[in-house]
């Protein structure tokens, strides 16, 4: 079965630091990776996804995450914080041959101004 | 062009009460799926769907029950509420393929409290 963990519920930085937030997977299949955003009172949206190909993938607002199979890893970057960041990041992993999605339990961040 | 849309956005249940969680979406997706999020949990799945008149199980269907008579609508029904049901529920669609690269469009959820 495939499950997904993230380190750190919470995280905070301050405003144009780097942001860090860490995803690791098991997947006895090669593993299709996503990071979802939530912000207050909203749904998830899609920030970036791994299926194929390059291992460095660009999301929207400036992130970007690496695949890295030898450390079962996709942790998600951004080189500068912007308060406008602040919101919860859901990392998850494709079913193995189930149509749907598994989530990590997901890290809320802080951006300190 | 609204999206998914979920309503009611806010409901309070008394135990044993039934109540129907709706779920629309207007993009022509076949996929639909019903998620229970819960904190320190993450999102965990009840019930989806691939297409009309086709529904599963997801990894919480427990107490919950599906139905998909049209592309556009997959109703979530409590049949008998319990205080552990409280929660926030997202309802998520997408193309049928698109599943499968975990584009997921999801509504603004529902919060639901079991007294």
């Given at each position: 079965?495939?499950?997904?963990?993230?380190?750190?519920?919470?995280?905070?930085?301050?405003?144009?630091?780097?942001?860090?937030?860490?995803?690791?997977?098991?997947?006895?299949?090669?593993?299709?990776?996503?990071?979802?955003?939530?912000?207050?009172?909203?749904?998830?949206q899609?920030?970036l996804?791994?299926?194929?190909?390059?291992?460095?993938?660009?999301?929207?607002?400036?992130?970007?995450?690496?695949?890295?199979?030898?450390?079962?890893?996709?942790?998600?970057?951004?080189?500068?914080?912007?308060?406008?960041?602040?919101?919860?990041?859901?990392?998850?992993?494709?079913?193995?041959?189930?149509?749907?999605?598994?989530?990590?339990?997901?890290?809320?961040?802080?951006?300190?101004? | 062009?609204?999206?998914?849309?979920?309503?009611?956005?806010?409901?309070?249940?008394k135990?044993?009460?039934?109540?129907?969680?709706?779920?629309?979406?207007?993009?022509?997706?076949?996929y639909?799926?019903?998620?229970r999020?819960?904190p320190?949990?993450?999102?965990?799945?009840?019930?989806?769907?691939?297409?009309?008149?086709?529904?599963?199980?997801?990894?919480?269907?427990?107490?919950?029950?599906?139905?998909?008579?049209?592309?556009?609508?997959?109703?979530?029904?409590?049949?008998?509420?319990?205080p552990?049901?409280?929660?926030?529920?997202?309802c998520?669609?997408?193309y049928?393929?698109?599943?499968?690269?975990?584009?997921?469009f999801?509504?603004?959820?529902?919060?639901?409290?079991?007294?």
């Amino acid at each position: 079965a495939q499950s997904v963990t993230q380190l750190g519920s919470h995280v905070s930085v301050s405003e144009g630091a780097l942001v860090l937030l860490r995803c690791n997977y098991s997947s006895s299949v090669p593993p299709y990776l996503f990071w979802y955003v939530q912000y207050p009172n909203q749904g998830l949206q899609l920030l970036l996804k791994y299926t194929t190909g390059a291992t460095l993938v660009k999301g929207i607002n400036g992130f970007e995450a690496e695949f890295k199979k030898s450390e079962t890893s996709f942790h998600l970057t951004k080189p500068s914080a912007h308060m406008s960041d602040a919101a919860e990041y859901f990392c998850a992993v494709r079913g193995e041959g189930r149509r749907a999605l598994t989530f990590g339990s997901g890290t809320r961040l802080q951006v300190q101004p | 062009n609204a999206g998914v849309t979920q309503t009611p956005k806010f409901q309070v249940l008394k135990t044993g009460q039934s109540m129907t969680l709706q779920c629309a979406q207007d993009m022509n997706h076949e996929y639909m799926s019903w998620y229970r999020q819960d904190p320190g949990m993450g999102l965990r799945l009840i019930h989806y769907s691939v297409g009309a008149g086709i529904t599963d199980q997801g990894e919480v269907p427990n107490g919950y029950n599906v139905s998909r008579s049209t592309t556009e609508d997959f109703p979530l029904r409590l049949l008998s509420a319990a205080p552990s049901q409280t929660s926030v529920y997202f309802c998520a669609s997408s193309y049928r393929a698109a599943i499968d690269t975990g584009e997921l469009f999801f509504g603004e959820g529902s919060r639901l409290t079991v007294l």
